[in-house]
Nanobody, 125 residues
């Protein structure tokens, strides 16, 4: 199983980026896909997740209204559309996927079976 993120880069504050996560050896059908991030010197945190079964989503308060998660099961690809980016969004962003994990409205678990290698997002002020 391999998850590969792409789409990171350097952007000015207020700008947008779209991250992609492509899976091989794993189908996004009937799965939960999560996006996490880790800034230098900080713990990894959950950003957003989505159930491909029912479309339910969760967003961390820090990104609510600015980020949008989606999944295209036919393409085995998940996306994280990030808008109105802020310097504090600077981090390595990781996608993760699991068949058992469920979307909860109160937060995100880290108990995903599969993780990508991450893509760097840098937001300049």
């Amino acid at each position: 199983v391999q998850l590969v993120e792409s789409g990171g880069g350097l952007v000015q504050a207020g700008g947008s980026l779209r991250l992609s996560c492509v899976a091989s050896g794993f189908t996004f059908e009937d799965a939960t896909i999560g996006w996490f991030r880790q800034a230098p010197g900080k713990e990894r945190e959950g950003v957003s997740c989505i159930s491909s079964s029912d479309g339910s989503t969760y967003y961390a308060d820090s990104v609510k209204g600015r980020f949008t998660i989606s999944v295209d099961s036919a393409k085995n690809t998940a996306y994280l559309q990030m808008s109105s980016l802020r310097p504090e969004d600077t981090a390595v962003y990781y996608c993760a996927a699991d068949k058992i994990v469920k979307v909860h409205k109160y937060g995100m678990t880290f108990d995903y079976d599969y993780w990508g290698q991450g893509t760097q997002v840098t937001v300049s002020s």
